[in-house]
Protein backbone atom coordinates (compact mmCIF):
# COMPACT_ATOMS: atom_id res chain seq x y z
CA UNK A 1 0.00 0.00 0.00
CA UNK A 2 1.85 3.68 -0.71
CA UNK A 3 2.21 5.37 1.84
CA UNK A 4 -0.07 8.72 1.76
CA UNK A 5 1.66 12.48 1.27
CA UNK A 6 0.25 13.47 4.20
CA UNK A 7 1.81 10.64 6.67
CA UNK A 8 5.26 11.60 4.77
CA UNK A 9 4.89 15.14 5.61
CA UNK A 10 3.61 14.69 9.28
CA UNK A 11 6.82 12.34 9.60
CA UNK A 12 9.28 14.79 7.98
CA UNK A 13 7.94 17.67 10.44
CA UNK A 14 8.12 15.42 13.09
CA UNK A 15 12.17 14.78 12.22
CA UNK A 16 12.86 18.30 12.13
CA UNK A 17 11.46 19.38 15.23
CA UNK A 18 12.95 16.18 16.65
CA UNK A 19 16.21 17.68 15.94
CA UNK A 20 15.76 21.35 16.67
CA UNK A 21 14.86 20.45 20.12
CA UNK A 22 17.77 18.56 20.71
CA UNK A 23 19.63 20.63 19.23
CA UNK A 24 18.65 22.67 21.90
CA UNK A 25 19.18 21.02 24.60
CA UNK A 26 22.11 18.95 23.73
CA UNK A 27 24.84 20.24 21.28
CA UNK A 28 28.31 19.69 20.38
CA UNK A 29 31.95 21.17 21.35
CA UNK A 30 34.83 21.28 19.59
CA UNK A 31 37.57 21.79 21.90
CA UNK A 32 40.06 24.35 21.70
CA UNK A 33 43.81 24.03 23.31
CA UNK A 34 45.26 21.92 25.57
CA UNK A 35 44.22 23.58 28.36
CA UNK A 36 42.07 20.46 29.90
CA UNK A 37 44.80 17.59 29.00
CA UNK A 38 45.03 15.05 29.29
CA UNK A 39 40.96 14.31 29.25
CA UNK A 40 40.32 16.61 26.63
CA UNK A 41 42.84 17.98 24.12
CA UNK A 42 42.83 19.94 21.52
CA UNK A 43 40.64 18.80 18.29
CA UNK A 44 38.26 16.38 20.70
CA UNK A 45 34.69 16.76 20.55
CA UNK A 46 32.01 17.12 23.61
CA UNK A 47 28.35 16.23 23.94
CA UNK A 48 27.17 19.47 26.21
CA UNK A 49 23.78 18.75 28.34
CA UNK A 50 21.74 21.75 29.93
CA UNK A 51 22.80 22.51 33.99
CA UNK A 52 20.88 24.86 36.51
CA UNK A 53 22.95 26.22 39.07
CA UNK A 54 21.67 23.75 41.55
CA UNK A 55 23.02 21.04 39.92
CA UNK A 56 26.56 22.35 39.53
CA UNK A 57 29.26 19.76 41.67
CA UNK A 58 32.55 20.09 42.04
CA UNK A 59 34.60 18.44 39.44
CA UNK A 60 32.27 18.86 36.60
CA UNK A 61 33.32 20.08 33.15
CA UNK A 62 31.87 23.28 31.96
CA UNK A 63 31.38 25.11 28.94
CA UNK A 64 31.06 28.88 29.29
CA UNK A 65 31.63 32.79 28.43
CA UNK A 66 34.68 33.74 30.16
CA UNK A 67 33.92 36.71 32.08
CA UNK A 68 36.41 39.33 30.37
CA UNK A 69 36.57 37.82 26.68
CA UNK A 70 32.60 36.74 26.63
CA UNK A 71 34.72 33.54 24.34
CA UNK A 72 33.63 29.98 24.96
CA UNK A 73 35.62 28.29 27.08
CA UNK A 74 35.66 24.56 29.05
CA UNK A 75 37.03 24.29 32.06
CA UNK A 76 35.97 22.16 35.22
CA UNK A 77 34.62 23.53 38.28
CA UNK A 78 36.65 23.59 41.57
CA UNK A 79 34.55 26.09 43.89
CA UNK A 80 31.36 26.59 44.77
CA UNK A 81 28.61 29.47 45.86
CA UNK A 82 29.90 30.66 49.25
CA UNK A 83 32.89 28.81 49.53
CA UNK A 84 36.40 30.58 50.20
CA UNK A 85 39.21 29.55 47.99
CA UNK A 86 42.77 29.56 47.55
CA UNK A 87 45.65 28.16 45.76
CA UNK A 88 48.94 27.29 47.83
CA UNK A 89 51.93 25.16 46.58
CA UNK A 90 50.20 23.15 44.25
CA UNK A 91 46.87 22.52 46.16
CA UNK A 92 43.40 23.70 46.71
CA UNK A 93 42.06 25.14 50.01
CA UNK A 94 38.42 24.83 50.66
CA UNK A 95 37.35 27.51 53.21
CA UNK A 96 40.50 27.47 54.79
CA UNK A 97 40.62 22.82 54.34
CA UNK A 98 43.21 21.01 52.42
CA UNK A 99 40.73 19.30 49.11
CA UNK A 100 41.26 15.70 48.91
CA UNK A 101 39.30 14.52 46.21
CA UNK A 102 38.00 10.70 46.56
CA UNK A 103 40.07 8.02 44.15
CA UNK A 104 39.29 4.88 44.33
CA UNK A 105 41.47 3.99 41.40
CA UNK A 106 44.03 5.39 38.14
CA UNK A 107 41.00 6.63 36.21
CA UNK A 108 40.76 10.11 38.32
CA UNK A 109 44.56 10.50 38.30
CA UNK A 110 46.71 12.17 35.45
CA UNK A 111 49.06 9.28 34.20
CA UNK A 112 52.83 9.55 34.31
CA UNK A 113 53.85 5.80 33.86
CA UNK A 114 52.29 2.67 32.42
CA UNK A 115 54.68 -0.25 31.72
CA UNK A 116 54.71 -3.73 30.86
CA UNK A 117 56.98 -6.33 29.62
CA UNK A 118 60.57 -5.65 28.70
CA UNK A 119 59.97 -2.02 29.54
CA UNK A 120 59.10 -2.73 33.03
CA UNK A 121 62.56 -3.58 33.80
CA UNK A 122 63.95 -0.31 31.87
CA UNK A 123 61.73 1.90 34.01
CA UNK A 124 62.10 0.16 37.12
CA UNK A 125 65.35 -2.14 37.21
CA UNK A 126 63.58 -5.05 37.79
CA UNK A 127 66.78 -7.54 36.40
CA UNK A 128 68.94 -6.13 39.38
CA UNK A 129 66.49 -5.84 42.07
CA UNK A 130 66.19 -9.84 41.71
CA UNK A 131 63.39 -10.58 39.60
CA UNK A 132 63.22 -13.00 37.00
CA UNK A 133 61.25 -12.41 33.37
CA UNK A 134 58.64 -14.84 32.71
CA UNK A 135 56.61 -14.89 29.26
CA UNK A 136 53.98 -12.81 31.13
CA UNK A 137 55.49 -10.67 33.37
CA UNK A 138 58.71 -10.24 36.12
CA UNK A 139 58.13 -12.98 38.92
CA UNK A 140 59.84 -12.32 42.32
CA UNK A 141 60.94 -15.76 43.93
CA UNK A 142 63.05 -14.01 46.55
CA UNK A 143 62.18 -11.21 48.24
CA UNK A 144 62.69 -8.20 45.71
CA UNK A 145 61.76 -4.85 45.68
CA UNK A 146 62.22 -1.95 42.84
CA UNK A 147 60.90 1.79 42.12
CA UNK A 148 61.73 3.50 39.64
CA UNK A 149 64.76 4.07 38.24
CA UNK A 150 64.70 7.82 38.35
CA UNK A 151 61.95 9.83 40.46
CA UNK A 152 58.83 10.57 38.10
CA UNK A 153 58.56 14.05 36.99
CA UNK A 154 55.74 16.15 35.78
CA UNK A 155 54.18 16.07 32.53
CA UNK A 156 51.32 13.44 31.47
CA UNK A 157 51.10 10.66 29.13
CA UNK A 158 48.76 11.00 26.20
CA UNK A 159 46.73 9.56 23.33
CA UNK A 160 49.90 8.45 21.39
CA UNK A 161 52.47 10.02 22.95
CA UNK A 162 53.98 11.86 26.07
CA UNK A 163 54.41 15.41 27.26
CA UNK A 164 57.95 15.63 29.45
CA UNK A 165 57.26 17.69 32.87
CA UNK A 166 60.06 19.26 34.50
CA UNK A 167 59.42 19.70 38.25
CA UNK A 168 59.34 16.66 40.30
CA UNK A 169 56.08 15.11 40.62
CA UNK A 170 54.13 15.00 43.50
CA UNK A 171 50.82 13.25 44.96
CA UNK A 172 51.95 10.42 43.19
CA UNK A 173 49.56 6.77 42.62
CA UNK A 174 50.65 3.70 41.45
CA UNK A 175 48.31 0.69 40.55
CA UNK A 176 49.69 -2.84 39.65
CA UNK A 177 48.29 -6.27 38.47
CA UNK A 178 49.91 -8.42 40.84
CA UNK A 179 49.65 -12.70 41.10
CA UNK A 180 50.56 -14.51 43.71
CA UNK A 181 51.35 -17.99 42.59
CA UNK A 182 51.86 -19.70 45.33
CA UNK A 183 50.21 -19.96 49.22
CA UNK A 184 53.51 -18.68 51.01
CA UNK A 185 53.63 -15.50 48.02
CA UNK A 186 53.05 -12.18 49.08
CA UNK A 187 53.30 -8.96 46.87
CA UNK A 188 52.91 -5.04 47.25
CA UNK A 189 53.05 -1.93 46.08
CA UNK A 190 54.82 1.07 47.89
CA UNK A 191 55.38 5.03 47.80
CA UNK A 192 57.82 6.70 49.21
CA UNK A 193 57.61 10.55 50.83
CA UNK A 194 60.69 12.02 52.10
CA UNK A 195 61.89 9.30 54.60
CA UNK A 196 58.51 7.50 55.08
CA UNK A 197 57.87 4.29 52.82
CA UNK A 198 54.07 3.49 52.38
CA UNK A 199 53.22 0.36 51.63
CA UNK A 200 49.83 -2.14 50.74
CA UNK A 201 50.69 -5.68 51.13
CA UNK A 202 48.73 -8.43 49.79
CA UNK A 203 49.13 -12.09 51.05
CA UNK A 204 48.02 -15.90 51.72
CA UNK A 205 46.46 -16.15 48.72
CA UNK A 206 44.72 -12.99 48.13
CA UNK A 207 42.84 -13.05 51.72
CA UNK A 208 44.85 -10.60 53.50
CA UNK A 209 45.45 -6.35 52.68
CA UNK A 210 47.81 -4.51 55.09
CA UNK A 211 48.39 -0.43 54.62
CA UNK A 212 51.65 0.47 56.66
CA UNK A 213 54.33 2.85 57.39
CA UNK A 214 58.03 2.53 57.32
CA UNK A 215 60.14 5.11 58.87
CA UNK A 216 63.95 4.50 60.01
CA UNK A 217 63.20 1.03 60.68
CA UNK A 218 60.03 1.24 62.72
CA UNK A 219 56.65 -0.31 61.11
CA UNK A 220 53.48 1.10 61.72
CA UNK A 221 49.87 -0.84 61.11
CA UNK A 222 47.53 1.68 59.15
CA UNK A 223 45.18 -0.50 58.47
CA UNK A 224 44.21 -4.18 57.89
CA UNK A 225 41.91 -6.93 56.33
CA UNK A 226 41.73 -10.99 56.33
CA UNK A 227 39.21 -12.16 54.93
CA UNK A 228 38.91 -11.18 51.55
CA UNK A 229 37.58 -13.69 48.45
CA UNK A 230 40.66 -15.92 47.91
CA UNK A 231 41.77 -14.93 44.71
CA UNK A 232 45.37 -14.46 44.25
CA UNK A 233 45.27 -12.08 41.25
CA UNK A 234 44.29 -7.65 41.29
CA UNK A 235 44.53 -4.72 40.42
CA UNK A 236 46.43 -2.90 43.45
CA UNK A 237 46.30 0.62 43.94
CA UNK A 238 47.30 3.11 46.39
CA UNK A 239 47.40 6.76 46.22
CA UNK A 240 49.12 9.22 48.78
CA UNK A 241 47.87 12.89 46.90
CA UNK A 242 46.98 15.72 49.68
CA UNK A 243 48.58 13.96 52.41
CA UNK A 244 45.43 10.97 52.43
CA UNK A 245 46.19 7.37 51.76
CA UNK A 246 43.55 5.54 49.68
CA UNK A 247 43.66 1.68 48.81
CA UNK A 248 41.44 -0.16 46.32
CA UNK A 249 41.58 -3.30 44.69
CA UNK A 250 40.49 -4.06 41.20
CA UNK A 251 38.51 -0.52 41.21
CA UNK A 252 36.93 -1.03 44.54
CA UNK A 253 38.03 1.14 47.60
CA UNK A 254 38.84 -1.22 50.85
CA UNK A 255 40.09 0.66 53.47
CA UNK A 256 38.77 4.76 54.28
CA UNK A 257 40.93 7.25 53.50
CA UNK A 258 43.68 7.73 55.72
CA UNK A 259 45.13 11.28 56.46
CA UNK A 260 48.63 10.69 57.67
CA UNK A 261 50.88 13.91 58.86
CA UNK A 262 53.25 15.76 57.07
CA UNK A 263 56.49 13.77 55.79
CA UNK A 264 60.26 14.93 56.66
CA UNK A 265 61.54 15.91 52.66
CA UNK A 266 64.79 14.48 51.18
CA UNK A 267 67.03 17.34 50.61
CA UNK A 268 69.34 17.01 47.68
CA UNK A 269 72.34 19.39 46.64
CA UNK A 270 71.38 21.66 44.12
CA UNK A 271 67.82 21.60 45.00
CA UNK A 272 65.57 23.89 46.72
CA UNK A 273 64.30 22.24 50.12
CA UNK A 274 60.88 23.11 49.33
CA UNK A 275 60.94 20.45 46.59
CA UNK A 276 59.42 17.31 47.66
CA UNK A 277 60.89 13.90 45.67
CA UNK A 278 58.46 11.02 45.75
CA UNK A 279 58.96 7.88 44.37
CA UNK A 280 56.57 4.40 43.24
CA UNK A 281 57.87 0.64 43.35
CA UNK A 282 56.41 -2.58 43.91
CA UNK A 283 57.88 -5.77 44.96
CA UNK A 284 57.15 -9.73 46.63
CA UNK A 285 58.86 -12.80 47.47
CA UNK A 286 57.68 -16.32 46.95
CA UNK A 287 56.29 -16.21 43.90
CA UNK A 288 54.58 -12.86 43.50
CA UNK A 289 53.96 -11.84 39.47
CA UNK A 290 54.10 -8.46 38.19
CA UNK A 291 52.44 -7.85 34.72
CA UNK A 292 51.91 -4.06 34.54
CA UNK A 293 52.55 -0.99 36.30
CA UNK A 294 51.09 2.46 36.31
CA UNK A 295 52.09 5.71 38.21
CA UNK A 296 50.41 8.93 38.56
CA UNK A 297 49.97 11.94 39.68
CA UNK A 298 46.81 14.19 41.19
CA UNK A 299 45.90 17.55 39.79
CA UNK A 300 48.98 20.23 40.74
CA UNK A 301 47.09 23.81 39.96
CA UNK A 302 49.33 26.80 39.95
CA UNK A 303 49.13 30.29 41.93
CA UNK A 304 49.86 32.06 39.17
CA UNK A 305 46.60 34.69 38.49
CA UNK A 306 45.66 37.90 40.82
CA UNK A 307 42.54 35.57 41.55
CA UNK A 308 42.67 33.02 44.88
CA UNK A 309 46.32 32.59 44.23
CA UNK A 310 47.88 33.25 47.73
CA UNK A 311 44.94 34.66 49.07
CA UNK A 312 41.52 33.24 49.82
CA UNK A 313 38.46 34.26 47.39
CA UNK A 314 34.98 34.29 48.64
CA UNK A 315 32.19 33.62 45.93
CA UNK A 316 29.62 34.87 46.17
CA UNK A 317 25.84 33.58 45.55
CA UNK A 318 25.96 31.79 41.65
CA UNK A 319 29.49 32.32 41.29
CA UNK A 320 31.71 29.66 40.62
CA UNK A 321 35.51 29.16 40.43
CA UNK A 322 37.02 26.81 37.23
CA UNK A 323 40.41 25.79 36.27
CA UNK A 324 41.91 23.75 33.17
CA UNK A 325 43.07 20.53 34.09
CA UNK A 326 46.48 21.10 32.21
CA UNK A 327 47.57 24.10 34.66
CA UNK A 328 50.27 25.65 33.25
CA UNK A 329 48.79 26.11 30.20
CA UNK A 330 45.18 26.99 30.91
CA UNK A 331 43.34 30.93 30.95
CA UNK A 332 40.78 30.16 33.83
CA UNK A 333 39.47 31.76 36.80
CA UNK A 334 43.03 32.65 38.18
CA UNK A 335 43.35 35.42 35.66
CA UNK A 336 39.58 36.25 35.13
CA UNK A 337 38.28 36.01 38.21
CA UNK A 338 35.05 34.21 39.21
CA UNK A 339 32.38 32.47 36.63
CA UNK A 340 28.48 33.96 36.66
CA UNK A 341 25.76 30.86 36.59
CA UNK A 342 24.33 33.56 33.75
CA UNK A 343 27.22 32.80 31.23
CA UNK A 344 27.31 28.69 31.90
CA UNK A 345 26.23 27.04 28.51
CA UNK A 346 26.21 23.40 30.04
CA UNK A 347 27.52 20.65 31.45
CA UNK A 348 30.35 18.20 29.31
CA UNK A 349 28.88 15.05 29.21
CA UNK A 350 31.31 12.69 27.51
CA UNK A 351 33.55 13.41 24.65
CA UNK A 352 32.28 12.18 21.50
CA UNK A 353 35.01 12.10 19.43
CA UNK A 354 37.10 10.08 20.43
CA UNK A 355 34.54 8.27 22.20
CA UNK A 356 35.26 8.34 25.57
CA UNK A 357 33.82 9.52 28.73
CA UNK A 358 36.10 12.18 31.09
CA UNK A 359 39.03 10.21 32.26
CA UNK A 360 42.07 10.15 30.75
CA UNK A 361 42.47 6.40 29.65
CA UNK A 362 45.33 4.32 29.45
CA UNK A 363 44.76 1.80 26.58
CA UNK A 364 47.57 -0.85 26.45
CA UNK A 365 50.80 -0.43 28.24
CA UNK A 366 53.81 0.40 26.83
CA UNK A 367 55.99 -2.97 26.64
CA UNK A 368 53.52 -5.64 26.41
CA UNK A 369 54.12 -7.70 23.14
Not at 170 to 186: F, K, T, W
Request: net charge negative.
Amino acid sequence: MRRRPKATLLAVVAGIATALLLSTWFAPVEIRGPSMRPWLENGDWALVVPVGEDEIKRGDVLVFREPDSGMSAVKRVLGLPGEEIMLVGGDLLVDGNLFARRLPGPDGMIPLIHLAGPLLDEGFGLLEAGFEPQADGWLARKRSTAFLRTPPSEGMLLRGGREPGGRPAEDLGIEVDLELLSPEAYGFVALREGGTTFLLRLAKGGRELRLQSLRRGEVLELGKVEDLPPLPRHRMFLTLANQVLQVSLDGKPIFPPTPYAEVEPIVLADVPSSVRWEQAGFGGQDGALIRQARVLRDFRWEASGTHACGKGLRLAEGEFFLLGDNSSLSRDSRQYGPVQSSAIRGRVAFRLWPAGDLSPGWGEPEGRE
